[in-house]
């Protein structure tokens, strides 16, 4: 990569970070337009950091807590939940208005610290410098051939047994993969339902027990659902610890809603869920998702919860949640985060042109860490790259 390229790829990320940087780092559509608040933003990493090492311990994928890279960190959201596991973070972004934001935000001082990185390597890091390495929804915007150099300082930067996780489109789908849908998303008002339980949750849930539910669902807004290839409607599950704030399974079981619904009309759905594996107490959230474009519960509408106790037959709750780390606790969480004004960041307002889009073979990139002595541990299908492409989320451990 030239000094000119670099320039460019700088100048380039810097015009979103001065115009629109929350929503530059994650690109919901109904953020656009500087419709981020700071708390919601920041309560995405806390949330996906949550799911993630929940995911990790249920695999029995461990690391050390030593040290974790955030590459391409943005303002800090994922940063910022990092710093609840790790005794130090460092985040990286090629924008230096991004890191003076991410500066601003930061609530952890003491346990992170961030820095401009503005070549195609992380020379300023020595060898084996962290634990765990994190990137996500960022390769997927540098070019393969940067893309591969990055990859390369990533194991150079991993501690030995050190963990790398990261996100990266694989290559375009087909025509008829990547179907065009059939119009945008609903109205604010379509988003409005009313869950409830027809049937008792059996307690106590075996660990990892599959379970039905049966629910009755309303549609509680003024417009009709009416299921095409754009308006996808289901029903859907999350489990969280018992604090009700710590997400730990983000999606479990879905269950298809009738194919048209007016507004008023009730519906009897049966979900099939998977009890979390470790006994403990839980609580279980259920909620419309429309696919590939949001959850209800992110547009307003208040989803259903209720404990699930998970156990052995006469063994009690006894003992946190699985993998709920009490001094992970989102308690005071909201407390913590800074909401800053960004007015004096940012320039006026404009369209700019879409991200750019990249991606490698899942095979390149399998033969690439063996050829390195590493070992990929586990390959997960993964949807950031956009409807166009198949993607994958990599689990690669350095031997």
């Known amino acids: 990569m030239t000094d000119d390229e670099v320039r460019s790829m700088k100048e380039y ?52 807590s030593a040290s974790a890279l955030d590459f391409g960190c943005g303002v ?43 070549y195609e390597h992380l020379k300023a890091f020595p060898e084996g410098d962290f634990d765990f390495i994190y990137s996500n929804i960022v390769l997927q915007h540098i070019r393969p051939e940067i893309t591969l150099k990055y ?23 087909s025509s008829d993969e990547a179907a065009v849908p059939d119009g945008p998303a609903l109205a604010a008002e379509a988003y409005s339902a ?3 339980l027809v049937e008792p949750v059996p307690q106590p849930a075996k660990p990892a027990s599959s379970f039905v539910l049966g629910l009755e669902v309303e549609n509680a807004g003024p417009l009709s659902w009416k299921q095409n290839r754009a308006t996808i409607i289901r029903v ?39 009890a979390p594996s470790e006994v403990g107490r839980y609580i279980c959230e259920i909620d419309l998702v429309h696919e590939s474009i949001a959850w209800f519960k992110d547009r307003g509408s208040a989803p259903l919860r209720f404990e699930v106790t998970v156990g052995d037959e006469g063994s009690g709750s006894g ?20 909401d800053i004004p960004l007015d004096e960041f940012l320039d006026s307002y404009q369209r700019l042109e879409p991200f750019p889009m990249h991606g490698i073979p899942k095979d390149r990139v399998v033969e690439f860490f063996l050829a390195r002595a590493c070992r990929v541990e586990r390959i997960e299908e993964d949807a950031h790259g956009g409807p166009e492409w198949t993607g994958y989320r990599y689990f690669v451990r350095k031997s």
Not at 25 to 49: M, N, Q, Y
Not at 236 to 259: C, F, I, S
């Open 236 to 274: 859907g599950n999350h489990w969280y610890g018992p604090d009700g704030e710590t997400m730990l399974v983000q999606d479990d079981g879905r269950a298809d809603l009738p194919p048209a619904m007016a507004p008023g009309e009730r519906g009897l759905v049966y979900l099939a869920c998977r």
């Open 194 to 196: 009313r869950i409830r």
């Open 13 to 64: 990320w810097e015009a979103h970070a001065r115009n629109d940087p929350l929503w530059a780092v994650l690109s919901d559509p109904a953020k656009d337009g500087r419709r981020w608040d700071s708390l919601s933003f920041f309560e995405t990493g806390r949330r996906e950091i949550s799911v993630l090492f929940y995911q990790l311990d249920a695999l029995g994928i461990g690391c050390g």
């Open 151 to 173: 990859l390369e300082e990533f194991v150079r930067l991993l501690a030995p047994g050190g963990l790398l996780v990261f996100q990266l489109p694989s290559h375009l789908k």
């Open 76 to 118: 800090g959201r994922l940063s910022q939940a990092l710093a609840r596991r790790f005794d130090r973070v460092v985040g990286v972004d090629i924008s230096p208005a991004m890191i003076r934001l991410a500066e601003r935000f930061n609530a952890a001082p003491d346990r992170v610290r961030y820095a401009v990185n503005e």
């Open 319 to 338: 003992g946190h949640a699985g993998g709920f780390d009490a001094d992970n606790d989102a308690s005071g969480w909201k407390d913590r985060i800074k």
